[in-house]
């Protein structure tokens, strides 16, 4: 598996260079670990340490930023906790039944799953999510894109390390430029991020499919 920088590490380059770059993205101060808490005991779920390390930096964006991801923000732990509970109170109700997704190895096969954490957000409903929960104990943390209108759930990176490594990398080379108007060029984090969805970067072991176990 190839190793990447510190979540930590990437986090403040990217937040420098949005300081220098990009004015329009805003973050927020570091977040409160009582939010953090509150978090974990009701939802549950198995909270990242990666992902609490970046909220010890940032606390996501304002309201008003332009969006770090590519025009999309990175959400506060409040705004976290909000959408979770959302998709999971929406999905109780029954608003997605009977709708699959792709099947895909690599993820439940379920149109939304708790063990799916929201990190950034279209503002419109759409989430890069943790994955906590995989079919495969050894993707836990790999990164997805849920668009909940639309049943494609394209895997973005082995772990948010990996991810935020590829973000820094694209965008000290110059791979995007930042408009105050417009915010970032078209929608190139989203989709350059998304190359290579299925190959997570090289994680070794085994993929499950219906029950039976491949190589891979």
């Known amino acids: 598996m190839p190793n990447h920088p510190p979540v930590t ?42 992902l609490e390390q970046l909220l010890m930096i940032a606390d996501g964006e304002m309201r008003i930023s332009a969006g770090a991801i590519g025009n999309w923000r990175l959400m506060s732990i409040n705004e976290i906790q909000a959408a979770w509970g959302w998709l999971r109170q929406i999905s109780i109700k029954g608003a997605f039944e009977g709708l699959l997704p792709e099947q895909s190895p690599y993820l439940q096969n379920t149109w939304w799953h708790p063990g799916w ?12 999510c ?17 668009m909940q209108d639309q049943p494609d759930r394209p895997l973005v990176a082995a772990n948010l390390a990996a991810w935020l490594d590829r973000i820094t990398r694209d965008l000290y080379d110059g791979l995007y430029t930042f408009d105050e108007v417009e915010g970032f060029n078209g929608e190139a984090f989203l989709w350059s991020s998304l190359e290579g969805k299925h190959l997570l ?6 993929i499950i499919v219906d029950g039976d176990t491949f190589k891979c």
Do not use: C, H
């Open 9 to 50: 590490e990437s986090f403040e380059k990217l937040m420098k260079w949005m300081l220098t770059t990009a004015p329009g993205v805003n973050f927020r101060p570091p977040a409160n670990p009582d939010a953090i808490i509150n978090f974990k005991e009701k939802s549950g779920v198995n909270f990242p340490e990666e």
């Open 117 to 128: 954490i929201p990190l950034v957000s279209s503002d419109t409903g759409n989430f890069y």
């Open 130 to 146: 943790i994955d906590t929960e995989p079919p495969e104990s050894k993707r836990k943390g790999q990164v997805l894109l849920f």
């Open 201 to 206: 970067d090289n994680i070794p072991g085994s």
